[in-house]
């Protein structure tokens, strides 16, 4: 059981390296030196590693499946997550202005 637990937030993790692989030859930019330095930043990515290593856990409740698939899974949390809050915020007409960190992290910016 630990093992696919830890393979869920294997998952999750991965998803975020690969965020910041993309941003590889653009990391030098002040927006996103500000992330990397920014304590709530990576207080919300651990807490997103965490919900989405729990999500999977729930999500698959005792079936039987391989490592695989828990860290396919735990990788598909924080991104359905991150597309899913954009979305409602536009339906909802909310502005992310002031939210910083939040911003940044879903990707409400538009230039991130």
Known sequence: MTKLIVAGAIGAT???AI???DL???LQEDK???LLKSTEYWIIT???IILATVGTWIWFDGAKVDARHYMLV???FPLIFKAAVPAVA???S???GGAGVLQAYFRLGGDL
């Open 19 to 21: 965020y910041w692989y």
């Open 94 to 96: 909310v502005k992310a």
């Open 14 to 16: 991965l998803q975020e």
């Open 90 to 92: 536009r339906r909802r």
């Open 46 to 48: 651990v807490a997103m």
């Open 24 to 26: 590889r030859y653009s």
């Open 74 to 76: 735990g990788a598909s």
């Open 32 to 34: 996103h030196q500000a």
